[in-house]
């Protein structure tokens, strides 16, 4: 089996390069001192017609069903990317120091040894069937004992829904804006929430259960409205992907993006002022905390223009207008609630969370409409892009 | 896809015949082409198994390749030397003796593919003579760019598949209709025989369907440098023949036996064959 011959990424796996190098060279050690190792699963397309773009859209030979960590582990190391641990311990031969050293180092120093490696008896199952729900239940199946996060596991369901939370994942506004670790799926747990919302046409719980309930019945409708309501997100993310920067420090949690959606949603014709809101609003909101921890140790301190502020440091495009909008901070500070804002962040997945945080911010956008820039304001309006 | 008929290239000289070779071979894939001569513009690319007279059910006549295997293998001992180690290779022996397979053959050597549509060309009788009765072919085949074509669902990039390709697996005797892919690919065999030997024997290897390679080729839409054809008209049959045994390329060439050398003679002293 060739590695360029796999598709590494079908649609039901999860996110791939999830163990780190230490985990990966310890599977390494285990196959050098002879221990066993699980099965890995393939998908077998050399067999059948897998003209089903469906099942087989790589159109690769194999696709991996279960082992992917393994495997990759297998491969980075053939490919000399990861070296043994330091601590490894060649359990023939103690006295033989093999820590640190890659394949191609083994096989020259070491032939026998790196035998080892190249004999092992690797136990991988073909499983050959051409209905994809199948090779989806055999991985959950597969699963089930392990702690997969429930995007995860939602993602190798059936139906139309999963494809469409797939195809929103890949917006630019997922691979180029957002700042939050997408390591276990929360990309594609997000995507889901926006679907969910939209295709609902307000906030509704986004829990677990919520999504795993709207993706099966989803499957029984396949009703057509799911693409309107995939393409009606695309739209607005695309929307949000022009207002945000790459890697923007205002989308470091996923919590806040359904929030922010419905803002821009509600506010298309505002969009490009949007995210200069929500900079402001963010950091109305952390001064606010400062002044509430200081106020719980009996001071009252509102030191502006507040230097200090992380965002405002890494925010370059804002750097020039700091004084305009230390003055906007402050009265940002007084009037929204930011502990309303707050607590209904603390649970993201509540519809009544997400209806009172969503509240705040648009009471707080109002406020910034009114005050700075359609101009009833005594400061200086921030400019308008 | 476009539905193109594939090109057909008419040859009346051996001269022709080379030269259009030698004209397609820097087009081929890897500077490689197979040949099969039919002798008959009617006949289509498909196996013997698939001319069954009445069983023209997929799945049953690749229960009856199975079943002819059994057969052989009970009754050949006799007569066969050789040991089988796999089931491909009593197909590929087989072949040669004209028991039907899903195996197609075809030639490395282009003037062996010449012979063969020259003398077996399809005659009639017209007041007592025996004249030719139709056209002839040379088929020509990129059996790289086919199989890329064929197993595209792959991503196959490599050549022409041997036994250890785990390509084939799905092509096997006896694999389980559902399991078989649908188009033929084009294999090496294993030299067995002698006969394959003299013939630069190659393969196509049919699937599940019954579709003859043009047709595939045809409604695959593939790459029109994949498979194409000579015709040589009724006319030219005899003096292309007689410049091809010239030039020695004769009965016992190309079966390297007793009765190969038994049609030479009978084809050199002018008695009919």
Avoid at chain 1, 72 to 79: G, K, M, P, S, V
Avoid at chain 1, 355 to 364: D, L, P, Q, R
Avoid at chain 2, 14 to 39: H, M, N, V
Avoid at chain 2, 184 to 198: D, E, L, Q
């Amino acid at each position: 089996m060739e590695k360029d011959q796999i598709d590494f990424e079908p649609l039901y796996q999860r996110k791939g390069q999830l163990w780190s190098d230490r985990d990966k060279a310890f599977l390494i050690d285990s196959v050098i001192n002879k221990f066993d190792i699980p099965k890995i699963y393939v998908a077998d397309f050399t067999f059948g017609n897998s003209n089903g773009l469906d099942l087989n859209p790589s159109r690769k030979s194999y696709a991996i069903i279960d082992g992917k960590q393994r495997l990759e582990a297998l491969f980075d190391f053939i490919d000399n990317k990861i070296a043994l641990n330091n601590d490894f311990v060649y359990m023939d031969d103690p006295t033989v120091e093999l820590g640190g050293l890659t394949y191609k180092d083994l096989k020259v120093k070491f032939p026998r040894i790196a035998n080892n490696f190249d004999n092992f008896p690797l136990n991988v199952m073909s499983v050959i069937t051409d209905q994809e729900g199948m090779i989806n239940e055999l991985f959950v199946r597969l699963n089930k004992s392990k702690p997969l996060t429930g995007s995860e596991l939602r993602n190798a369901m059936e139906g139309l829904v999963p494809k469409l939370i797939q195809d929103i994942s890949n917006h630019y506004f997922f691979k180029k804006n957002i700042k939050f670790n997408i390591a276990r799926a929360q990309d594609l747990n997000t995507a889901a929430k926006l679907l969910l919302i939209e295709f609902r046409g307000k906030f509704v719980n986004i829990k677990k259960i919520d999504l795993d309930r709207f993706v099966s019945e989803a499957k029984e409708a396949e009703s057509s409205n799911f693409d309107s309501a995939e393409k009606r997100v695309n739209s607005i993310l695309a929307l949000m992907h022009e207002a945000f920067e790459e890697k923007d420090l205002l989308l470091k949690t996923s919590g806040v993006i359904p929030v922010y959606y419905w803002l821009f949603k509600n506010h298309q014709n505002d969009y490009k002022i949007l995210r200069e809101f929500i900079f402001l609003f963010e950091s109305a909101r952390l001064e606010f905390i400062k002044i509430q921890k200081s106020q719980s140790k009996g001071l009252f301190l509102i030191d502006l223009p507040s230097e200090n502020l992380e965002i405002i440091k890494n925010d370059t495009r804002l750097i020039d207008k700091k004084d305009s909008i230390s003055r906007q901070l402050l009265y940002m500070v007084r009037v929204v609630n930011y502990e309303q804002y707050q607590n209904g962040l603390r649970n993201p997945n509540d519809q009544s969370g997400l209806v009172s945080a969503y509240t705040a911010i648009e009471k707080g956008f109002a406020f910034y409409i009114d005050q700075f820039v359609r101009g009833s304001s005594t400061s200086k309006p921030a400019k308008k892009k | 896809m476009a539905k193109k008929a594939l090109a057909k290239h008419k040859i009346e000289t051996l001269k022709d015949f080379t030269e259009k070779i030698e004209e397609l071979l820097p087009l081929s894939e890897d500077r490689i082409l197979w040949y099969r001569g039919s002798g008959s513009t009617d006949y289509t690319l498909a196996p013997s198994l698939h001319r069954h007279p009445s069983i023209t059910n997929n799945e049953e006549l690749l229960e009856l390749e199975g079943k002819i295997i059994d057969r052989f293998n009970q009754r050949s001992v006799p007569y066969v030397s050789t040991n089988f180690i796999k089931e491909w290779e009593i197909l590929f022996y087989i072949q040669h003796f004209g028991i039907p397979s899903r195996l197609l053959d075809w030639t490395e050597n282009p003037f062996v593919a010449l012979y063969f549509a020259l003398t077996s060309a399809v005659t009639k009788r017209v007041k007592g003579e025996t004249v030719y009765a139709t056209d002839v072919n040379v088929w020509v085949l990129d059996p790289v760019l086919w199989n890329r074509a064929v197993l595209s669902d792959n991503t196959y990039t490599g050549g022409i598949l041997s036994l250890e390709s785990k390509h084939l697996t799905a092509y096997e005797p006896r694999t389980s209709f559902e399991l078989m892919k649908n188009d033929p690919v084009c294999m090496f065999g294993t030299y067995n025989s002698a006969r394959i030997v003299a013939q630069r024997g190659v393969f196509s290897v049919f699937g599940k369907n019954r579709k003859p390679m043009e047709t595939v080729a045809i409604e695959g839409g593939f790459n029109p440098n994949t498979l194409q054809c000579f015709y040589i008209e009724i006319k030219d049959i005899e003096p292309l023949l007689t410049s091809l045994i010239s030039i020695g390329i004769t009965d016992s060439v190309i079966f390297p036996d007793l009765s190969g050398l038994a049609t030479e003679l009978k084809r050199f002293f002018k008695f009919r064959v």
